[in-house]
């Protein structure tokens, strides 16, 4: 913060355990990767190689180093880990992220079947020698779920060693946690947050409608993924109050009394926010 304004939520410090934000690079250069550290990079927690963008990134190496000399943590996208899999290549996948310095890996299943109990062995694996982060959805539309299968899959990931559970959106955010429309699948984040720490959950939330909603609903210290590089200080802007969408969410309700009804002649109350 450039000026000490009261009533701003505080933020999480880093190393974070909370308040996490997961950049996703799907084809930044080093020099741009370099900029969004000198931007934001003190808001970075995470950045993911989307994909299989590992596989073809010119100049990996010399990004998985920029990202970790500025104490962020770089890993691949889930469906690099699925593609080796796919192809009975689970060892080498294990060297390819030696080779590359990797520290945190991403299983997830969400392009491929897989039965769950083999998922929990390749995280007990990774877990012995990696941070894990273990995503839970399908990629696909129209493949259902049910609650109580995120719910369990969420549990049994963490308990086999995964660090955070991601829940899937896609980097469109249109399937996973959220309906056709984008909106929020409320039933279900619910249900799941009743039931798993939301602080051991990032949610996939690339629309900014998406990150509105979970920090009006969650808090300014809420787990995000899939953010692009360009929406980073917006986000930090939205978890602080610090634009219109979540202006009066942290302040004090003497200081919002009779600043809030802009909307009305709209008939829609200004905190009644929705996607």
Known sequence: MNYNLPFVPERSKQPR?????????KSLSPNESENLIESSGEFVDLVKFGFGTSLITKELKKKISIYQEANINPYFGGTLFEAFITRGMFEEYIQYLKECNIKYVEVSDGSMYLEHEEKLKYIERLAKEFTV???VGSKQKGVYIPIESWVNHMQSE???GAWKVIAESRESGTVGIY??????NETLIKTISDQIDPANIIWEAPDGKQQIWFIKIYGANVNLGNIAPNGVIPLECLRRGLRGDTFFDFLPDDLKEG????NQQFQQPYLDFQI
């Open 133 to 135: 982060l273990s995503e």
């Open 259 to 262: 600043k809030t009804q802009y």
């Open 179 to 184: 309906n056709n429309d984008g909106s929020a």
């Open 17 to 25: 355990q909370d308040g996490i934000t997961m950049v996703m690079d």
């Open 158 to 160: 963490l308990n086999a």
